[in-house]
């Protein structure tokens, strides 16, 4: 007998991703970007220039604007980066205690990805298919896909 998967219709087209080459839609997703990404680095205990970092490179007027107004319309690759940051946040947090969740990021780590060194060297360094190692990582953990 075969047995039939039930899957709950959420109103989500998973096979549509948002076009990130809109302006309108980064302009709808970029508040809530923002908010997260500066809560993230809070969080994670970052240095504003760590964190500068993980978003490309921005300027600091344009950091500390985002920062002191919460609002602004990111580009393709800043909300790219927002959501692995938020991919790798939120791994992090299933897969540990929120407390080591948070401090993962800037402990010293002995995966051979790391070498011996902290995961956000390897973010930093690595940019954006860094990030996408690193959520691959911890999907993988978590017994994700």
């Known amino acids: 007998m075969a047995t039939q998967t039930i899957r709950r219709d959420l109103g989500l087209n998973l096979r549509k991703l948002p076009d990130l080459t809109d302006s309108a839609t980064r302009k709808r997703l970029s508040p809530a970007a923002i908010e997260a990404v500066l809560t993230i680095s809070e969080k994670w205990g970052l240095k504003s220039e760590d964190a500068m970092l993980l978003l490309g490179g921005i ?29 790798i946040f939120k ?14 990021i800037s402990r010293p780590n002995s995966n051979p990805m790391f070498k ?30």
Not at 59 to 75: F, M
């Open 59 to 87: 300027s600091n007027g344009r950091y500390y604007g985002l920062k002191k107004n919460r609002k602004g319309v990111l580009t393709q690759d800043e909300l790219t980066r927002v959501s692995l940051l938020i991919g």
């Open 91 to 104: 791994a992090l947090n299933i897969l540990f205690s929120e407390k080591l969740a948070n401090q993962w």
């Open 116 to 145: 011996n060194q902290p995961p956000l060297v390897f973010l930093i360094q690595g940019g954006m298919p860094g990030m996408l190692a690193v959520r691959r990582l911890l999907d993988s953990r978590r017994g994700g896909r």
